[in-house]
Nanobody, 120 residues
Framework: QVQLVESGGGLVQPGGSLRLSCAAS????????MGWYRQAPGKQRELVAT???????NYAASVKGRCTISRDNAKNTVYLQMNSLKPEDTAVYYCNAATVLTSGKVINSWGQGTQVTVSS
């Protein structure tokens, strides 16, 4: 199957920056879309940003202009650069990938999540 491992979360002051990484491993033939989602306490999980295999990107209105999603296909890794962070960005951030396995099966995978806390 596929494992997604996120890193880069932490505590940052308002106005600061963080870079999240998510590396995929396993029986991967190729990865289609990859993305980042977040879930704040008491709220539903929401989309932050996605990137297609063709490098087309999509952002939530709340992060547009402050976040940049990118990917390194050679490393099966997706990144999220977050700038000008606000307290309302505090959440657990989850990586998602639509993966074609070597068996030909297509699966949707989630990482375990990484905590981002924006506070002074």
């Amino acid at each position: 199957q596929v494992q997604l491992v996120e890193s880069g979360g932490g505590l940052v002051q308002p106005g600061g920056s963080l870079r999240l990484s998510c590396a995929a491993s396993g029986s991967i033939f190729s990865i289609n879309a990859m993305g980042w989602y977040r879930q704040a306490p008491g709220k539903q999980r929401e989309l932050v940003a996605t990137i297609s295999s063709g490098i087309r990107t999509n952002y939530a209105a709340s992060v547009k202009g402050r976040c940049t999603i990118s990917r390194d296909n050679a490393k099966n890794t997706v990144y999220l650069q977050m700038n000008s962070l606000k307290p309302e960005d505090t959440a657990v951030y989850y990586c998602n990938a639509a993966t074609v396995l070597t068996s030909g099966k297509v699966i949707n995978s989630w990482g375990q999540g990484t905590q981002v806390t924006v506070s002074s």
